[in-house]
């Protein structure tokens, strides 16, 4: 895949925008910049069946007009059904060779990684990124691994050039820049925009520190 296209990888799902819609935050983060979206509906209160199926249309379309890539966290019969344009596993989520096997050949395949091994394996499987993390510190995500930092990421990037690398976990605006400089090709994000009361503003503003990084301007 073309690693442009996870310079801002926007995950977010109902229960990560508050009060607010999901595809209102959603539009204004597509209008700020983000290249990428992965609709992760998680949590005691996420949509089910129909209504999750209804939604995921919904992000497409949105997607769509924004010509930006929509990828489903982990629901492979929920992406093959909608035809998304991608599925992101973790590594609880199934053998990676299986997956790619079950989704086809072009569907976009991305895979969470906390080792290098894990990254190996993604690669030989197959995928075509992975999200590599977390890098700091998060609460969005309760069930993550210990904190890797960046040095896992210089490490997938000299072991595996060609795999896109996405930093994840506890990405703000003033980190996003140090995550690019330690090898990514982009950063992965969920209150950086959810939690902000401007989202097209925040994904903006991170998108600026991603390109700035991109140039080697320092910051």
Known sequence: MDKHQLQLYFIAGTENT???????????????????FQLREKGANSLQGE?????????????????????????????????????????????VKDVRTKIGPDMLLGVSADTLNHALEASDA?????????????????????????????????????LPVVGIGGIT????????????SGVAVISAITSKPNCEEAARAIKGRILLALTGVEM
Request: glycine residues 14%; aromatic residues 4%.
């Open 51 to 95: 209504a999750l199926k209804e939604l995921a249309l919904s992000c497409q379309a949105l997607c769509k007009t924004y010509n930006v890539p929509f990828i489903v966290n982990d629901d492979i019969e929920l992406a093959l059904q909608i035809g998304a344009d991608g599925i992101h596993i973790g590594q609880e989520d199934g053998v």
């Open 126 to 162: 197959g995928a075509n990124y992975v999200g590599v993390g977390p890098i700091y510190e998060t609460k969005t995500k309760q069930d993550t691994a210990p904190v890797v930092g960046l040095d896992l990421i210089n490490q997938v990037v000299r072991e595996l050039p060609g």
């Open 18 to 36: 508050g009060e607010h819609k999901l595809l209102d935050v959603l539009e204004a983060a597509l209008k700020g910049g983000v290249t990428a």
């Open 173 to 184: 605006e003033g980190k996003a820049g140090t995550v690019i400089r330690a090898g990514a």
